[in-house]
């Protein structure tokens, strides 16, 4: 169907005497088209009116499409089973043209913002290769909205210290803060309500306050509102995260901030601008950071276990054994652990990453090889058998330089044979097993049953048995 202009032009030329096949010559149009148009004098498109074939079945489209549940592929086949001559492109067509089972269009519609003016915070799930293993994590994002200058971090999990964490290391590397910090009704930050009507939680709200902006939310489901942060996630799973693997989630976050500064600095087509660019204006109207800020935590209770570590976020730390059973306060920032007993006992741990189940012992928590066998100098079953026959100390140290067997296991059946047998023939037998440099004491053992069995268990066969002579 030819449109108005060329219509026009068609008229136009025939009125300034062009024959017919000189203007489809320069028209590129068929001689037949050019006379339909000459015929009807008019520039104006005709309107084609013709029947519809699924008007017919109005009724029993709306009918089926509340039972199908606005499913048009059952709603078409539930139609020719009624004896319907309709297409499913007809169908869809005809539903399209009268909006039914069609919501409304919205238009997207376009947000300025001034420099400095605004920076918008979301998260969004992804997985990663870290150490060898693929991992879920959360992906925090900021963006500030004026230059699209854009950072992000990862974390195992994003509960409001780690989002305090973020926002922190993202202000840091804006050198700078904004009048609001648009989220999307996020219980990490809400109190309660939602958009307009969203509280913050007291303490977001004292953490806001120490970098002079205020969190607001878009109305739940309007996307579009946020849609300066939302972009971005999409690249960084298809950029960033594809192909890459990292040692440790420190090196992933590493390697995210290098991103984000190449990223920056690239031309953006849909900006029609380089970020860091639009940055050197922004950055002039962003808010001065606090000279000094403070570092975010959070406390935790714990009581040192009996092996003296504290548990926290499936990681043990090790603490001072005279800890053992008491109780101390865990003081948990982005990278290390405070774990302290009182003002003046502090220990200091590296933060271990949740989920990572390690078991971290500081060298000075760790006990010497010789203190661990000796605790008090001497092992406790070495002092027992000075105490009881101080004779064995020649031959007790020989045998923990020469013994075979783990000095522990030794230490206690030497105990039990001087428990359980005479002194005399336990010195004598000792006293050989020495002169031999023998230190098996399971043959000294023997040695010592084959005294007693000839020295202290004498039978006098020629009485015979005491039972027959009575």
């Not at 449109?3 to 320069?26: M, N, P, T, W």
């Not at 169908?91 to 605004?118: D, N």
């Not at 950072?151 to 840091?172: G, I, N, S």
């Not at 590493?254 to 380089?274: F, G, P, S």
Request: with cysteine; net charge positive.
């Amino acid at each position: 169907m030819l449109s108005q202009s060329q219509r026009s032009a068609i008229l136009e030329l025939h009125d300034k005497g062009v024959s017919k096949r000189e203007i489809a010559r320069v028209l590129k149009l068929s001689r037949l088209s050019v006379r339909k148009v000459l015929r009807s004098k008019s520039s104006a498109v005709p309107v084609v009116t013709r029947a519809e074939k699924a008007e017919a079945w109005r009724s029993e489209i709306l009918e089926q499409l509340a039972l199908c549940k606005g499913n048009l592929v059952r709603v078409h086949e539930e139609l020719t089973q009624l004896g319907a001559q309709v297409s499913y492109p007809a169908l869809t067509a005809f539903c399209r043209r009268h909006g039914i089972g069609q919501k409304p269009k919205v238009p997207a519609g376009h947000y300025h913002f001034e420099p400095g003016e605004e920076c918008q915070h979301d998260t969004s799930p992804h997985e990663a290769s870290i150490a060898g293993k693929i991992r879920p994590i959360q992906t925090a994002s900021a963006v500030l909205c004026y230059s699209r200058v854009l950072f992000f971090q990862c974390y195992p999990r994003y509960q409001r210290f780690d989002c305090k964490v973020f926002l922190t290391d993202a202000l840091r590397y804006f050198n700078g803060s904004v009048e609001r910090m648009m989220i999307d009704n996020t219980h990490v930050v809400v109190l309660r309500g939602s958009g307009a009507t969203m509280v913050p939680a007291p303490e977001m709200e004292a953490f806001a306050a120490r970098f002079g902006f205020r969190f607001v939310a878009h109305a739940p489901g309007d996307a579009n509102r946020s849609a300066r942060v939302e972009r971005p996630f999409a690249f960084i799973e298809r950029n960033f995260l594809v192909g890459r693997t990292f040692s440790s989630w420190d090196d992933l976050n590493q390697q995210a901030r290098q991103w984000c500064d190449r990223v920056n600095n690239t031309y953006k087509k849909h900006i029609r601008a380089v970020p860091r660019e639009l940055f050197a204006t922004e950055r002039l109207r962003l808010k001065p950071l606090p000279v000094w800020i403070p570092e975010p935590y959070r406390l935790h209770e714990r009581i040192a276990d009996v092996d003296g570590y504290v548990a926290l976020h499936s990681s043990r730390y090790s603490v001072p054994a005279d800890w053992i059973g008491r109780r101390v306060e865990v003081r948990e920032t982005k990278d290390k652990l405070d774990i302290q007993l009182d003002a003046r006992h502090i220990v200091t741990h590296r933060r271990v990453p949740e989920g990572d189940f390690q078991r971290v012992t500081l060298a000075e928590h760790r006990p010497a090889r010789s203190a661990r066998i000796r605790p008090n100098g001497f092992h406790p079953d070495e002092q027992a058998i000075l105490q009881t026959a101080p004779e064995l100390n020649d031959y007790l140290q020989a045998l923990k330089k020469h013994g075979r067997r783990l000095l522990t296991l030794a230490l206690r059946q030497l105990r039990r044979i001087l428990r359980d047998y005479p002194r005399a023939p336990v010195l004598a037998a000792v006293e050989e097993a020495a002169r031999f440099g023998l230190y098996d004491l399971d043959r000294l053992e023997r040695m010592i049953l084959r005294r007693i069995a000839h020295d202290y268990f004498l039978l006098d066969e020629e009485k015979g048995n005491p039972d027959e002579n009575e």
